[in-house]
């Protein structure tokens, strides 16, 4: 039988060694267990920990179980909220590997090779019990919002998928700011087919959170129309936007004189900024080596 303490020290240690914990790439045996033990912790704290730990190590032996137990279950909707989040994996990972019968969108990335090592037959069935568990928080209006919206963001790779586009469609629309966060963020995942949403967001009037996740979500766009409300958002004073559109832009790549632009900021009084408009050059140098050195720098390559 499990012991745990109820001591007021011990679930700040706990938690200090879960964090610590999820700072690691590879978790060891150890850790798995540790994290095993804690999911059935009687203290919520330590539940809520244990379960964002276990994003970590979702493949190893009853984790995955565990944390669906805890999202559809748990008394305390943070802790289920923390579990929903940790099964994002669990449908990235499904996307990856096409479980949506070649309706998602193509990677190039390389599949781990644990996956090889795994039972196909249990990860697409982890997949599909992940995914229709995430589904169902989504369809019940009568959920905790917030764990609603953890479910929106988990699902934010199935963007492909028309019901996952009309769920974002309906954050949207609500006047619940972490509502619309959550649906622009997974706007970002796709942002080819919201690039009319995302241009009514770019704009200086937007709350900052709003306006910096729609920067954000214009990230992968290749659209001009967004790059062009991107720039004209260049004028503010705040740091912390300014960077956001300098990086976007250069990734966008498609701003007239952006070299230049990208140049000036980068004496701009702000470290913040400066900092982002030269990580913004070297992206934008990536992209366009031979023109920069020619057209921005004055240098051939003889």
Known sequence: MLEFSTHFEDWKVVLDRLSAIREQEVY????????????????????????????????????????IDLAENDRNNAVRKAAVQSLAGII???????YEAGESPE??????????????????DNYFRVKNLLFNFLQDELEDIEVRESALGAVADLGFLPEVREWIRDFIRTTRQSSKLVALHAMGKYPHY?????????????????LMEAISSSYASESEELARKIEQLLSLDDPDILSY??????NLNVTPNLGE??????????ERVRKAAKDAIELFTRKNFDAYLSDELGMSEE
Not at 261 to 270: K, T, V
């Open 261 to 270: 632009i990208l140049q000036s900021f980068s004496l701009h009084e702000e």
């Open 92 to 98: 990235h990972e499904g996307v990856m590997q096409n």
């Open 28 to 67: 060891s045996p150890e850790d798995v267990e540790y994290i095993r033990t804690h999911l059935q912790s009687p203290d919520d704290r330590v539940r809520g920990g244990a379960a964002l730990a276990a994003e970590g190590c979702l493949y190893e032996p009853d984790i995955t179980e565990l944390l």
């Open 194 to 210: 919201w690039k009319e949403e995302l241009a009514r967001f770019l704009v200086p009037n937007q709350p900052k959170p709003i």
């Open 107 to 124: 990677d190039d990335a390389d599949i781990d090779e644990e996956w090889h090592e795994l039972q196909e037959d249990e990860l697409r």
């Open 245 to 250: 559109a300098l990086i976007t832009l250069a």
